[in-house]
């Protein structure tokens, strides 16, 4: 898991290139996005500032090869000890959001 007040960093690896973001997609995918990382700065991260960058999706280019599937290649996960994943408890619903709890409890929110 990347801890998204760090900026330009991944565990012991920095750097622009290692910069966390999230790309959006028109106004409601901006609106969630918005909203679900100001709700986890307060309730997950004690208030702390969310670094990743919010930013509207624009040209793609995938990946090397090599970088594919990474994880089905790599069945020993990635080196760096800090990118596994964790539980967090859920975050609170905004006051407007009717949507429900997965089978397991969980929101769609609680997993990073």
Not at 46 to 52: L, N, Q
Not at 53 to 59: C, Y
Not at 68 to 94: A, V, W
Request: proline share 8%; hydrophobic share 25%.
């Amino acid at each position: 898991m990347h801890d998204p007040t760090t900026r330009d960093r991944q565990g012991p690896d920095r750097g622009p290139q290692y910069r966390s973001a999230v790309f959006w997609h028109g106004e409601e995918q901006e609106r969630v996005v918005r909203d679900v990382a100001a709700r986890a700065a307060k309730e997950w991260w004690a208030g702390g500032e969310i670094v990743t960058e919010i930013a509207p999706a624009g040209k793609w280019w995938d990946a090397e090869e090599y970088h594919q599937l990474y994880l089905d290649k790599n069945l020993g996960g990635y080196e760096c000890p800090s990118h596994y994943i964790r539980t967090f408890p859920p975050l609170s619903r905004p006051e407007n959001d009717s949507t429900k709890n997965d089978d397991n409890g969980d929101t769609p929110s609680n997993k990073i």
